[in-house]
């Protein structure tokens, strides 16, 4: 079945540090790649989305590389800000073939940007 | 833009009553919405598929007599958690499905609803 992994949190970075958060996937088809960013306290939001192999998502300074080869898509930014801590979900959507449309997340990555 | 909201954003109630959660797709028209589970550090637990004008599609484990839902307008999906117990707490998150102009269909999420059962 389709399944979504995240490296487990929590990463802890200074201000201004370079971040990337791995994700790895496991799906049939060609699935559609997300990465959604949850503030405390708050629901989820899209940060970027891939929908076909060597697509590259970006928004915010954010930006992830739907690698179909390696079946990864690993969230990096060159310089992360306070403003930055939160919980990161890498996840996927199976094929538009599939009418089921569902959403299978990742555990989620919590990061902690220190002043 | 692609707005869904939650009302109430927080709720405590007593075990044994029944609690209602709105979700509603503000500026666009939602034929599905999906509802979450979230427990404390965890990631999102799918619990159902909201369809409007038909049944809800109930995700493995989870009690349709519990957790009641109703689509009926294009806006706007319900959850009900009936005769709420303690181990019900939780919060709760809903998103709608908004198809883009390419034909390409995206969830966007509500801000979710805490859930305290005493």
């Known amino acids: 079945g389709n399944s979504v992994t995240q490296m487990e949190g929590p990463v802890t970075l200074s201000e201004e540090a370079f971040l990337t958060i791995n994700c790895t996937y496991t799906a049939t088809g060609y699935p559609s790649l997300f990465w959604y960013v949850q503030y405390p306290g708050e629901g989820l939001q899209l940060l970027l989305k891939?929908?076909?192999?060597?697509d590259k998502g970006s928004n915010k300074g954010f930006e992830a590389t739907y690698r179909k080869e390696t079946t990864s898509f690993h969230l990096e930014k060159g310089s992360v800000q306070v403003s930055d801590s939160a919980v990161y979900f890498c996840a996927l959507s199976a094929s538009p073939m599939d009418s089921s449309y569902k959403l299978i997340f990742g555990s989620g990555t919590r990061l902690l940007v220190r002043p | 833009g692609a707005v869904v909201s939650q009302h109430p954003s927080r709720v405590i109630c007593k075990s044994g009553t029944s609690v209602k959660i709105e979700c509603r797709s503000l500026d666009f028209q939602a034929t599905t919405m999906f509802w979450y589970r979230q427990f404390p550090k965890q990631s999102l637990m799918l619990m159902a598929t909201s369809n409007e004008g038909s049944k809800a599609t109930y995700e493995q484990g989870v009690e349709k007599d519990k957790f009641l839902i109703n689509h009926a307008s294009l806006t706007l999906s319900t959850l009900t958690v009936t005769s709420a117990h303690p181990e019900d707490s939780s919060f709760y998150i809903c998103?709608?499905?908004?198809?883009?102009?390419?034909?390409?269909?995206?969830?966007?999420f509500g801000p979710g609803t805490r859930l305290l059962v005493l």
């Open positions: 891939a929908t076909k192999a060597d």
């Open positions: 998103s709608a499905r908004k198809k883009g102009l390419a034909g390409w269909e995206t969830q966007y």
